[in-house]
């Protein structure tokens, strides 16, 4: 009983000692306000897929999610395959725009030349039934929304073993815009037996000089949440090709849209330059292809106008061709589109569109 006694005695003790310590310290009460947080979400159904694109490659994202990306020369060449259909039966678009290819080969694909710094995620439309989609579906880029504060982003990434390429990206934000630049450079790879590019193609296509590619991109956009503008400007050069009689030796791209309340202007123009001059040919052989896209897009329904034109020319001392390959082709196109979301994942889509193409 006397060591039971003891123990009671001993812990009352304590526990008066620790309730007199705490009444010691005066109460304080702090408030704190922090910025409110918006949580977006939209759900997905059959058919749909979105990618979130992180610091990842995103075309290793693209790969992993079903798509052919065939690389043809440099990083950013890659041309575009999905369930067996080319590029061309792919619609791709950023917010909404159309950013159709100009050479007819899909050797300016743009898919693989978006900053990743602008992007937060591609979605994947497998259906042609949402208002941009094409034979094989959609697949549509979104930016990422500037900040209102300051802040700065940077990406590098380079290859230094079979080839020396590098690919470095800068953004800043402040006040809800965003400024993008990228700078990508290389040249070309030595295979695994030690050939560099010139011993390997110089005596079957003419190539004397292992020549440099280069990319430069330039963007701006943001505004409120009612009203956005952006215009991008980029420019590439010296892209190899050895599979083809030419060589892509200049592209330059510029864009630029104003958007309200969800319904967006835009338009966009590609000036793409190949010829053989990299190699020593008999032939001189040029193909300029020039796209220009003008589009209004909202809330289930596009409108957008192209013209597109392609002179190619072939000369030597006993042959002279000139072929207007695609003779000022115009193009306009109206699509409207319906879909319904049913309970269990059901969802019913519906799309009505009238396209007309005609000759300069």
Known sequence: MKGWV????????????AIATAQEVPDSLAHYWLEPVLVEAAPLHTGDVEILLDKSNHVELLREHGFAIIERGPAFASDLYLDGLKREDIALRVDGERFPCACPNRMD???SRINPLEMASCALDRSSTSDAGGLGGALEFRRAAPSSSLGVQAALSGRLLGGE??????????RGYRLTLRRAEGGPYVDGGGLDFVGRYGPTLGYA????????????????PRWRQGLSLSASKDVL??????????????????EWRGHKLYLNHTR???DNALRNQPMSM????????????GPGYELYYRNWDIANSFHSPALHIDNAMMPDLMLASLALSRQVHAARGVSLGARLGLQHQWLG
């Open 109 to 111: 694909t743009p898919v």
């Open 209 to 224: 000089a292992n020549h440099r590619h280069g990319l430069t991109e330039f963007s701006a956009y943001g505004g409120s």
């Open 286 to 297: 040029v193909s300029d292809a020039d796209n220009l896209t003008v589009g209004v897009t």
């Open 241 to 258: 090709f050895p599979y083809l009689l030419m060589d892509e030796r200049r592209t330059e791209f510029w864009s630029a849209f104003g």
């Open 272 to 274: 793409h330059l190949m």
């Open 6 to 17: 003891g123990v009671a005695t001993l812990t009352f003790v304590i526990g008066t000692a």
């Open 165 to 174: 390429d590098f690919d470095a990206s800068l953004a800043g934000d402040w």
